[in-house]
């Protein structure tokens, strides 16, 4: 996710997405036909196809008379588009959608402003990635989202355009309400008109209730922890997948009490789940300056034959495989038993994906080998040297600690 949204901040988009759109409006429009083509040949050179297209879809075929003219047409909209998923389709299909266009000349909103306002609402925290380009006027024009409508009060920091070339600026919304999009110039543009192509661009930053393999963008700018709620639909285990390897995961029960500890996401942390059960995944971002990441669950089922007590251990025949859950919050162990018809050697075979470790302990009398399963491995081969003696061996299967969860395989020759 962050090279793909470098890759956006260097055109005029974010992460992306489906999206709604809201508009604002302004009734003064100029002439901005010339500026723009200008400015395409050399300008815009390094900005990809889709860029140029939503650019050009604001400043082209828009020639009129004169300034008076243009302002006598229907009022321009800026579209903020809602991003839900981040998906390379999206990103294709969608750029163009949320191009918009602002125009503003000598009209002093207040002080040493003089520019254009307009209210814009957010129904939660989030991130807006302005993208923008001055193509007409000659005053440099400050963009961006503020607290009240003269732009006094900036919410971040906001887009400074002193020349043609397009910018972008990831603007945190600290919470659900109304703010203003502005822009202005600090100098007096007096009689002229000046106009910007935009782009803006919303990733919701709140919680919400996650399914199975469906990608969601979340933004995010400063740090901040978020609940996404999740049903298990079977018995079976729940691996978390985000594009910011870093930000950490934990599952919780449907009180948001903790099941486990936080786990990185770059170790694609695994718990246990059951049936019917609900469960929040609790996830910690520090600071990020792309404004967004995604995160998604892939949930798995598994129909379990392993025996719940040593007395009602599970037979484990040569060269067969069983699959089974360690479940989140439970302290239940899997038993299996294995039979060596003769003296001989053997491997024990475990694969598997945890959140933090997995314990596997084998019984011969009253002898005891005890090893680990971390999260970081994809296998263990437990071999064993020498002969070991005609008989029933024991296997015990078990979370490595209190916060331990997830599935596993196993299989002995």
């Known amino acids: 996710m962050k090279k793909k949204i470098n890759v956006l901040l260097s055109t005029i988009l974010v992460s992306a997405l489906v999206f709604s759109t809201a508009s604002v409006s302004n009734a003064e429009e100029p002439a901005v036909k010339e500026t723009v083509q200008k400015a395409s040949n050399d300008e815009l050179a390094a900005v990809d196809d889709a860029a140029i297209e939503a650019v050009q879809s604001v400043t082209e075929d828009k020639s009129v008379e004169n300034v008076e003219a243009k302002k006598a047409l229907p009022a321009s909209s800026i579209k903020i588009a809602t991003a839900t998923s981040g998906t390379d389709s999206e990103i294709k299909s969608l750029a163009s959608k949320s191009a918009g266009e602002i125009y503003f000349d000598g009209t002093s909103v207040k002080g040493n402003r003089w520019g254009w306002s307009r209210t814009v609402s957010f129904s939660k925290k989030g991130t807006l990635v302005l993208a923008a380009q001055r193509v007409y006027g000659n005053k440099s024009v400050s963009f961006g989202i503020y607290k009240d409508a003269n732009m006094t009060q900036r919410v971040d920091l906001d887009l400074y355009l002193s020349d043609s070339s397009i910018k972008t600026r990831v603007i945190k919304i600290p919470k659900a309400g109304k703010y203003y999009m502005g822009a202005y110039a600090a100098a007096n543009p007096e009689a002229d008109v000046h106009a910007i192509a935009t782009s803006a661009l919303f990733v919701s930053g709140g919680d919400r209730t996650i399914t199975n393999n469906k990608q969601i963008a979340v933004g995010q700018k400063d740090k901040q922890i978020n609940y996404f709620k999740f049903k298990a639909t079977a ?130 009398g009253k002898k005891k080998y005890t090893r680990t399963f971390y999260n970081t491995h994809k296998s263990l081969t437990l071999s064993f040297s020498g002969s070991w003696p005609k008989g029933t061996y024991y296997i015990k299967v078990s979370r490595g600690n209190s916060k331990s969860s997830g599935w596993y395989s196993l299989k002995w020759k």
């Open 235 to 364: 018995t079976g285990y729940v691996t978390c997948y985000a594009s910011d390897k870093y930000i950490k995961v934990a599952l919780c029960n449907s009180s948001k009490k903790a099941l486990s500890g936080y786990t990185n996401a770059g170790y694609n942390p695994t718990y246990g789940v059951v049936k019917g059960k609900w469960y929040y995944f609790k996830v910690y971002s520090r600071y990020n300056s792309e404004g967004s990441y995604t995160f998604k669950v892939k949930h798995g089922k598994i129909a379990e034959k392993s025996g719940r007590t040593k007395a009602k251990a599970s037979t484990l025949g040569r060269n067969s495989t069983r699959k089974a859950t360690i479940t989140a919050g439970s302290g239940q162990a899997d038993w299996y038993k294995l039979k060596l018809t003769s003296k001989r050697t053997f491997k024990l075979y475990f694969n598997g994906r945890t959140n933090d470790r997995l314990k596997i302990e084998i019984y011969q």
